[in-house]
């Protein structure tokens, strides 16, 4: 048996930046032959994701799969949400059969999974969500939006959580948690900076966590 056989082949779902992404990437390299999990693609919901750019640099596949991209300009411009969500679900679940993914990372990734994907990788996906659910999750709750609502909520802390992915929106069972303090004075930006390297520990802990 090779080596990258004893890997969990994992693929990875983003939206924008990527600095999740990068620190998965970045242990991966670190540790070689002793990481326990392989990249094997990179799929974005939009063609503007940086992140596509650090898989590129990192030599790992990336595919888009946009609501416009599966279902084509028109289908999608006419299409509900629940049908865009199906359509890029079912496009991202044959991306996965495709490279044989064996788990799938939600590394800000935001559209909300839906269909046979959750019934085929059940208890094989895990998602980073930027506060302590079940606090401040569900529909409409990511990126700033949720360290505006801890700030506007006048919580003492804060932080990420590394959760497996179910039908409902953020709700599925908690793997690991990391918390920062909420500081006086704090902007979503300032609270964003102080949680961003706990995601970037967590979302790793959480892929090894699953590899084994």
């Known amino acids: 048996m090779r080596m990258s056989d004893k890997?969990?082949?994992?693929?990875?779902?983003?939206?924008?930046?990527?600095?999740?992404?990068?620190?998965?990437?970045d242990y991966?390299?670190?540790?070689?032959?002793?990481?326990?999990?392989?990249?094997?693609?990179v799929i974005s919901d939009t063609k503007k994701a940086y992140a596509l750019e650090r898989a590129a640099k990192a030599g790992i596949p990336s595919v888009i799969?946009?609501?416009?991209?599966?279902?084509?300009?028109?289908?999608?411009?006419?299409?509900?949400?629940?049908?865009?969500?199906?359509?890029v679900s079912n496009a991202v679940l044959a991306e996965c059969h495709k490279f044989q993914a064996q788990a799938i990372v939600q590394a800000g990734w935001l559209t909300v999974l839906a269909g046979d994907i959750l019934r085929e990788y059940e208890g094989k996906i895990i998602n980073l969500h930027p506060a302590l659910l079940p606090k401040f999750g569900g529909v409409g709750m990511w990126g700033h939006h949720v360290?505006?609502?801890?700030?506007?909520?006048?919580?003492?802390?804060?932080?990420?959580?590394?959760?497996?992915?179910?039908?409902?929106?953020?709700?599925?069972?908690?793997?690991?948690q990391?918390?920062?303090?909420?500081?006086?004075?704090?902007?979503?930006?300032?609270?964003?900076?102080?949680?961003?390297?706990?995601?970037?520990?967590?979302?790793?802990?959480?892929?090894?966590?699953l590899a084994k």
Not at 147 to 176: P, Q
Not at 187 to 206: C, F, K, N, W
């Open 7 to 25: 890997k969990l082949k994992t693929a990875v779902l983003v939206s924008g930046g990527g600095t999740n992404l990068q620190a998965l990437i």
């Open 28 to 41: 991966q390299q670190s540790k070689g032959d002793e990481c326990p999990y392989e990249i094997v693609c």
């Open 65 to 87: 799969c946009s609501p416009y991209a599966v279902m084509g300009q028109e289908a999608a411009k006419a299409a509900t949400r629940d049908e865009k969500r199906l359509a």
């Open 147 to 176: 360290h505006e609502a801890v700030l506007a909520a006048g919580e003492k802390e804060s932080g990420c959580t590394i959760h497996l992915v179910s039908a409902e929106c953020d709700g599925g069972k908690i793997l690991i």
């Open 178 to 209: 990391k918390k920062v303090p909420v500081m006086p004075g704090d902007t979503p930006d300032s609270l964003y900076e102080r949680i961003a390297p706990q995601e970037h520990e967590a979302i790793v802990e959480g892929l090894c966590l």
